[in-house]
């Protein structure tokens, strides 16, 4: 048998056209921030609990070793170190966050998972940023609820210690997202760790009051932003600061500014992350 087929066929064209996004391609910005929450989320033994034994372990031999009160307050001594301790586990969780996840992907070579996708230098710099955020935010609320049955954690000044957390979380997120751009590998990023990280922690007033310091060394010390971000948050707990409130608000406000615009200048330029 023979097939009969129409003389004439209908062909029917599909016009292509480009997906419209808007000003902010606001799917994409969800899926990567999803993505940075949920890379540390799988390993949150690791990444959230871990922490914790740090924390409980400094929490333990400082206030075996030192008791009485914070200098300048009736608070105890733990009171004020839990604070620093919860501070530093925030700024800590943050910086690893955003530099190891750019610095797996740089030596996995699947960058172009982040770089492909139609996301701008703006939406990379804030899903990164968030997700660091998210994770030393996360950290920060276990370290509370670990040292809670060694000190007195109720904040006297709950949003001022909100506000130095986030802005913590934003700063060291930053960092970490110009350290992971910067390093090739992971020994490039342990030396900004205990080079910079771990000097500027320590000596920032996390396990002392620094106002127990000598001159010049206590006003030396003040010019650490590292101890805005301590000292503002421990006043947000035990109602007590060793500097000006105000003036460490705005400093490590604008620090935050400058440091986020320094990453989307960065991955903007594709410093590192194109070649």
Known sequence: MKAHFPMESRVETVTLASRKYGAVNWLGLQT???????????????TVFAPLIQTLLFM??????????????????ADGLAAGLVMMSILSNAFQNSSSSIVIAKVQGNSVDFLMPPLSAL????????????????????????VSWLANVMPAHPLVAL?????????????????????DKFDHLAAVTNFIIVPLT????????????????????HYNPV????????????????????????ITGGLALALTWCCWAMIKSGYRLRS
Do not use: C, N
């Open 123 to 146: 939406e990379l710099t804030i899903a990164f940023i968030v997700g660091a955020a998210a994770r030393g935010m996360l950290v920060g609320l276990a370290s509370i609820i670990a």
């Open 32 to 46: 990567l921030i999803q993505r940075e929450v949920q890379r540390f989320l799988k390993v949150g033994a690791q």
């Open 163 to 183: 506000y130095y957390a986030l802005v913590a979380s934003v700063i060291f997120g930053a960092i970490g997202l110009l350290g992971g751009i910067w390093a």
């Open 227 to 250: 101890f805005s971000l301590i000292d503002g948050f421990r006043y947000g707990f035990i109602g007590h600061a060793d500097a000006p409130l105000l003036l460490g608000a705005a």
């Open 60 to 77: 333990m031999v400082f206030t075996l070793v030192r008791g009485g009160d914070w200098p300048g307050t009736d608070r105890a001594y």
């Open 202 to 221: 320590f000596l920032s007033g996390t396990f002392y009051s620094t106002a127990i310091l000598p001159e010049p060394i206590r006003t030396i010390s």
